[in-house]
């Protein structure tokens, strides 16, 4: 069961987590608001709880995760969101992503793989009050008929940079996907600075669950 509940201990744990990830080197202020606001504990059942102020992603049911809060803090960074970007994030997952996304005030496309998953967090973020667009399938291929994207963040490790979500970008769009095997992926960011023409900067490893679809590992 979960409750909604944000108590003064809940706030105080956020406080802290907050804390924590600036010192890991978080600097924009708007996505360290965005972590201090939203009780990540409404995305735990009740007996998990304590697990959700720690600095660690956590399993949410159907062999995936939500990411861990500095990595969702680093990727939204590393996004140069301004306000009313019209952004695509695959791999809705437990929605808490996508709320860090929706603080910063995008229009957010967010796709999910697993329909267990989509269907739980499309009904579930309304009700704290976010609001998205929602869609079921294979995200590897981007959305064509939404693009183009200013920005387009990926939580799901892939083999390669997806041709498409580089096509699905608008000029001066930026991208930000984990890249590498199974066991850990290095962070990239791509911007597209004119329409054949990319920079790609490379980041930290980091560990994410596999981007499944016709342009991740496949099925
Ligand atoms: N953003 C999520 C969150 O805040 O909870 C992270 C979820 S998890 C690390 C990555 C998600 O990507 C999983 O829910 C998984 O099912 C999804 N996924 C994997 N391959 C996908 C694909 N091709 N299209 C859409 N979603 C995909």
Not at 175 to 199: H, S, W
Request: charged share 25%; aromatic share 10%; hydrophobic share 35%.
């Amino acid at each position: 069961m979960i409750t909604l509940e944000d108590s003064y201990k809940h706030r105080g744990m956020r406080k802290k987590l907050v804390k924590l990830i600036e010192n890991k080197g978080i600097t924009n202020h708007q996505v360290l608001k965005a972590i201090g606001k939203i009780p990540r504990h409404f995305f735990f059942d009740n007996a998990f709880v304590e697990h959700a102020y720690q600095d660690k992603a956590f399993p949410i049911g159907e062999g995936q995760t939500i990411s861990q809060p500095y990595t969702v803090a680093f990727q939204t960074e590393m996004l140069n969101i301004k306000p009313e970007n019209k952004v695509l994030e695959i791999g809705t997952g437990s929605g808490y992503q996508a709320c860090v996304l929706l603080e910063l005030g995008v229009e957010l496309h967010t796709i999910e793989y697993q329909k267990v998953l989509y269907e739980r967090t499309r009904n579930f973020l309304p009700k704290m009050g976010y609001n998205a667009n929602f869609y079921h399938g294979d995200g590897s291929k981007g959305i064509p008929d939404q693009a183009p994207f200013d920005n387009i963040i990926v939580t799901a490790g892939a083999p390669l940079v997806p041709k498409s979500l580089v096509n699905q970008l608008k000029a001066g769009g930026v991208l930000i996907i984990p890249v590498g095997d199974n066991d850990k992926q290095k962070m990239y960011r791509i911007t597209k600075l004119a329409e054949n023409k990319i920079k790609k900067e490379a980041f930290d490893f980091f560990s994410f669950v596999p981007l499944l679809g016709k342009e991740g590992w496949g099925k």
